[in-house]
């Protein structure tokens, strides 16, 4: 399963339409389409959109498509990774919002 199908899960888990996600975060519904179904990968800005909209998401779920990882192996990756995940994310958010302030001055 692509990162797309995942995302495209999450949403249908979650009760909201593409279309509402992608009004949301001032997304093209014909990219994210393209991505839901795997037919392009997703773009950084995407990516950041979804993580924020969907924190409660594992990235380590979202980003790997090795399916022969058992949940097991999944929640001991979680358990070593997330902290630092959020930090990076954290980290490139607060970087793109410097660099946003900067261009616009």
Not at 18 to 45: G, H
Not at 74 to 89: D, G, P, S, W, Y
């Amino acid at each position: 399963m692509g990162i797309g199908s995942k995302m495209k899960q999450v949403l249908k888990e979650k009760g909201l339409k593409q279309k509402e996600f992608a009004e949301q975060n001032e997304i093209s519904t014909i990219q994210l389409n393209k991505v839901l179904n795997d037919v392009r990968d997703p773009s950084f800005d995407l990516l950041m959109k979804f993580v924020h909209h969907f924190p409660d998401v594992d990235l380590n779920w979202l980003f790997d498509t090795d399916s022969s990882r058992s949940p097991e192996d999944h929640h001991k990756i979680i358990a070593t990774n997330k902290a630092a995940l959020r930090e990076i994310l954290k980290s490139l958010d607060d970087n793109s919002q410097k660099l946003k302030r900067i261009l616009t001055q």
